[in-house]
């Protein structure tokens, strides 16, 4: 097996996306010399632009039908030999099959296996979503075994913490910054409330002599702004101004972060910033943070995790994690 012209098709959530480093990392480290594309929603495609493993990103919008045969024409021009679908959906496949890609390569589900030239089983659920995009690669004879070597890390972080520091003085924030992101696309049984939000970045702010930045998309400028007022110090809300590529740098360039299960999480801790999730709905232990700079805080309720988007009772889960223990843990990581 020898292959010299990929493509991989990314999964269209960040948080996903970037699970699927260590993966992307792992088929770089077998193909030393493939062209490896990156086929990826707009909304996606800067998490991967300083990475190592990419040649080079093909944004996909395609939504008519139309606009799908389109893309699929363009590619048949670039004569990919080979398909990575790490996106599980149905038109993944139908997309690389339509551009006449001879190898595909995916999970056989959503009804796509008839499609692909390697259905693989989906596996059982794992002990990490990170796992389940290296096992694709394994399970369809890429890589012999699981590499030791599967931490979750961009690549990129040295230079986009330059960036974002240099960015945080011109603003007048200063050296030492605190990132906030109090929102969760998921649904709100995943958010920790924004008043408790507020207070923890209080409680650390006044320890470090820091600043806070908060995050969120503009769907959260609201949800931010309210975390924004109880602030005591300097503070800027970028809820809904910044780029992927404009919050990887910003995120770069805090020195703690203080979130939710969210994708903000995931790049905080790739990016090797000192991170602080709470969790409630979610399994820490699928979806978490990794690394030795990320920490897990949770009330282990009965309930928890439900997965669920609402929390149909009291969402005790979140209500019972106090600032003062997020705070502590915030403090205790960067000290």
Known sequence: MAFENILVRAT???????????????????????EIAILAKPWVADLYRREPFCNRLIPY???????KFHAARALRRERFDTAILFQNAFEAAALACLAGIPERIGYARDGRGFLLTRAVQTPQKGPHERFYYLELLRRAGILDQIPENDAIRLEGAGEAREAGRERFRKLGLGEMVIGVSPGAAFGSAKRWPADRFAEAANQVAGELGAAVAIFGSKDERALCAGVAAAI????????GETSLSEFIDLAAGCRVYLTNDSGAMHIASALGVPTIAVFGATDPIATGPTGPLARVVREPVECSPCLKRECPIDHRCMTRVEPARVARAAIELVK
């Open 12 to 34: 269209n959530w960040v948080g996903d996306a970037v699970m699927s480093l260590p993966a992307l990392r792992a088929l770089r480290e077998k193909f030393p010399r493939a």
């Open 61 to 67: 919008s395609a939504g008519t039908f139309g606009e």
């Open 232 to 239: 005591r110090g300097p503070v800027k809300n970028f809820a």
